[in-house]
């Protein structure tokens, strides 16, 4: 089992080597920072699918960049950036960190985490269709909260370029093989 492991994850990187992207998907987390926003810019117009947090992870947000406001300000600054975005008719989506450990999965705060992504982004003017999951972690009732705030798909990281899409629950599980996370282009 070990060894068809590591035979399957030489082969992904072979073929990872040869795939094209199909989709550029950006995952936008730092952008309150001024210095991040800046540097964002440049992507403006590529193609990106821009798959922004909301102040639904604004705690997340705060440990992992050194976010210096507070959640009011926060929530301020990412509306007006997102804003911008919109302006430059960039395609924006929803990203969401749940939690890291799928031992710890708790639907009532997946719930109160969806309800407050999905009426900021709405409060903007925006109703996402796509969802890509932090850390990668969803679960079943992932799944059932996003079908009911109207998302269709939910995009997963895999290793392997050459993985189709599958439906799971009426949902469209969509899988990337290559990303970029805006904090790593600083
Ligand atoms: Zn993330």
Request: some cysteine; glycine content about 4%; proline content about 3%.
């Amino acid at each position: 089992m070990k060894l068809k492991k590591s035979l399957d994850e030489f082969m992904f990187k072979i073929l990872r080597k040869f795939a094209k992207v199909k989709e550029k998907t950006l995952h936008a987390e730092a952008l309150v920072r001024d210095d991040m926003w800046k540097k964002l810019q440049n992507l403006l117009g590529k193609g990106y699918i821009w798959f922004v947090v909301t102040p639904a992870n604004y705690e997340y947000c705060k440990s992992y960049f050194n976010i210096k406001q507070d959640k009011a300000q926060f929530t301020h600054i990412l509306a007006k950036r997102i804003e911008i975005l919109k302006k430059y008719n960039e395609e924006i989506q929803l990203h969401i960190h749940l939690c890291n450990v799928p031992a710890f999965f708790d639907n009532k705060l997946q719930d109160e985490k969806f309800e407050e992504s999905m009426k900021f982004l709405n409060s903007l003017g925006i109703n996402p269709t796509k969802c890509a999951p932090g850390w990668r972690q969803y679960n079943d009732y992932t799944i059932e909260l996003a079908k009911k705030y109207g998302i269709k798909w939910i995009y997963d990281y895999t290793k392997n370029p050459r993985k189709k899409p599958v439906i799971k629950d009426g949902l469209i599980i969509n899988y990337y093989w290559k990303f970029w996370h805006d904090y790593e282009l600083i």
